[in-house]
């Protein structure tokens, strides 16, 4: 098994006035073992960034290192890791068996230690029945295990996942979830996941980079990330439905934003008023949407609730406040925390 | 779909039988033809429809020659299919060999003026071999390639179609499938071989069918560049069993025809699953 570090890494697309520059110097550093989860927007990046950690994009600057090698100028597979695609990539024409087996066949592993690993991964994976059929006579969710067990019999000292659950429903996505949680605890290999699915980030991650634009934005475990996040992108970002930013909040000096986080606002008697525009009952818990007028313009604000609590008027004037110690500042140019 | 009547079935039906009839019955004269003598062929008007009793005697001059009944000396057409055989057989191998090796070349390999030979071959799609056959003729007979399997077969290998072909083919194969193999340590041929011919299977079987057709039936280039009887291809004996002798021996002739047209039929059948598939559906 083996660390990640990341220093400095750049990617361009294309060369000299085409050149588009989409990671932008992003350093971190991922430890023995761990399983870091890459979340963003789609577009930001996560793919590239991962793909060259896998080797199948060149690094265009900066250094990437696996344990204590540098890989920049190493093939995919002298990198010993195993990555896990979107759209599973299973060799159609070849059987179960065969998809897992191809890597350790052309790495010319004797043939009883081939099946044995592939056995090995089978079990673990229950794809047991399943190593004499073709994968399109698979469904989904098993073509997504055989993925897997194709990364599994390499033995790696890194796996990489390219949004492997996004092409499944939701109830086998959660399941899948899972699996993979109880698969790392088991076999401790470093992962590194890509998802633009903030709760599989939080679910998933035992820390997580917050990626926008080519930028890092925050690294750190998912309590740190949802409790402090780094910056406004961050802080809506992560959080469904995302934090209130209030530009010109009452009381607050001019050029910082104001952050809440919908649940930490309560209703009370007196405090900062706001006219009920919109309610969503969300079973548990109902989402009241407070316009707050100020000026010429309004912003409107969302507060959580518990479904015990009594369910405001639409239109009726509300008085919410803030937990004081749950309120975050934000430079309003910058959008960093302060 | 189209209501079931009893009329529009009868109807279908005859459109059918007429059609059938159409098709079958020359194939069907041609075989009753064959079985009758010479004699009986031309002094009988209209000829018999009744298959004769000839069969075995017409196919062994047809075969390997000899004197005939009307005194006529031919040679026999064994040595015409074999080389026709041959032929057939070269063309459809050389030309998806080359074809795939290009196809690959120019799907996944970056290399200077990669479009520009992506071009030049699809430009010579616009040249059949009709077109190009009198310069063809002046390479080959310099060379001293006429009356060789070599120049009966290689300037009809040499044409872009397959290229082009399996270049839209493996224009379909994902990416990551390429990424896969490369995270398993499968170097460039290896993927070839392990992935892309496998999946190619179904075109190739389709391709070498077309392709087996094509060369069995080329009679313009032969007649062109062989003048050896032992390296006429059998579509141009059939011609000459027509033209040459005083008397013309109508039942050699037919026997030869219905023995040209054994084997792509035989492909045909033989390879009818993998074709009908290569040009129907492809697995990926
Ligand atoms: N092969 C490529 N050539 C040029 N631009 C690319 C290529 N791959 C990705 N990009 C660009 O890089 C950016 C990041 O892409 P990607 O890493 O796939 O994003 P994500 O996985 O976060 O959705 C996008 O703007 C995309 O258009
Ligand atoms: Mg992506």
Request: glycine share 8%.
């Amino acid at each position: 098994m083996a660390s990640i570090t990341l220093s400095k890494v750049f990617k361009s697309y294309g060369s000299g006035k085409t050149a588009n520059q989409v990671i932008h110097g992003v350093s971190a550093e991922i430890h023995d073992g761990e399983f870091v989860v890459v979340v963003g927007p789609s577009g930001c990046g996560k793919s590239t960034l991962l793909r060259m950690v896998a080797g199948l994009e060149e690094i265009s600057g900066g250094e990437i290192s696996i344990g204590s090698r540098v890989v920049n100028d190493l093939e995919p597979s002298e990198r010993d890791i195993a990555m896990v695609f979107q759209n599973y990539a299973l060799y159609p024409h070849m059987s179960v068996f065969d998809n897992m087996a191809y890597g350790l066949k052309i790495a010319r592993v004797p043939k009883d230690e081939i099946k044995a690993r592939v056995d090995k991964a089978a079990k673990i994976l229950e794809l047991g029945q399943y190593l004499n059929r073709k994968p399109r006579e698979l469904s989904g969710g098993q073509r997504q295990r055989v993925a897997m067990g194709r990364a599994i019999v390499r033995q790696p000292q890194v796996f990489l996942f390219d949004e492997p659950l996004s092409n499944l429903d939701a109830k086998l996505r959660a399941h899948t979830r899972l699996e993979i949680q109880k698969l790392h605890r088991d076999l401790g290999i470093t992962s590194l996941f890509v998802t633009h699915d903030q709760v599989e980030a939080m679910t998933l991650a035992q820390r997580m980079i917050v990626m926008n634009a080519g930028i890092m934005e925050q690294f750190g475990t998912p309590e740190e990330v949802y409790a402090r996040p780094a910056s406004t992108f961050v802080a809506t970002f992560i959080g469904s439905p995302p934090m209130n930013l209030i530009k010109e909040a009452p009381g607050a000096k001019p050029g910082v934003t104001v952050g809440i986080r919908p649940e930490h606002l309560d209703i009370t008697d007196s405090g900062w008023a706001l006219t009920v525009d919109a309610l969503e009952t969300l079973g548990a818990e109902r989402l009241v949407y407070g316009r707050w007028q100020h000026g010429e313009g309004y912003e409107l604000v969302i507060i959580r609730c518990d479904e015990g609590r009594p369910v405001p008027q639409l239109g009726s004037t509300i008085h919410v406040t803030p937990r004081p110690d749950r309120l975050h500042y934000f430079d309003t140019t910058t959008g960093k925390r302060i | 779909m189209v209501e079931r009547r009893p009329v529009l079935t009868f109807v279908s039906h005859l459109i059918l039988v007429l059609g059938i009839i159409i098709i079958a019955f020359p194939l069907y004269l041609t075989f009753v033809a064959s079985t009758q003598t010479a004699e009986q062929i031309t002094q009988s008007i209209p000829m018999s429809l009744v298959p004769g009793t000839n069969l075995i005697e017409t196919y062994r001059t047809a075969l390997f020659g000899g004197e005939t009944s009307a005194g006529s000396n031919l040679s026999g057409a064994a040595r015409m299919m074999w080389v026709s055989l041959v032929t057939a057989l070269i063309i459809p191998i050389g030309k998806t060999t080359i074809s795939l090796l290009s196809a690959f070349a120019i799907v996944y390999f970056r290399f200077p003026f990669r479009n520009t030979v992506f071009w030049l071959i699809f430009i010579t799609l616009m040249l059949p071999v009709e077109v190009r056959i009198g310069p063809t003729y002046e390479v080959v007979a310099s060379l001293g390639m006429l009356n060789t399997y070599a120049g009966l077969t290689i300037p009809l290998i040499a044409s872009a179609t397959a290229t082009f072909l399996f270049r839209q083919f493996f224009l379909t194969v994902p990416d990551e499938l390429v990424e896969a193999a490369r995270i398993d340590g499968a170097g460039p041929m290896r993927f070839f071989r392990d992935v892309l011919i496998p999946l190619s299977a179904t075109s190739i079987a389709a391709l070498f069918v077309i392709q087996f057709i094509y060369g069995w039936n080329q009679y313009l280039w032969p007649l062109l560049m062989t003048t050896h009887e032992d390296m006429y291809p059998v579509v141009m004996g059939i011609k000459r069993l027509l033209g040459g002798e005083a008397y013309t021996e109508w039942n050699v002739v037919m026997a030869t025809a219905i023995l040209a047209m054994l084997p792509p039929a035989l492909v045909v059948i033989l390879m009818q699953k993998w074709f009908v598939k290569g040009l129907v559906d492809t697995e990926k």
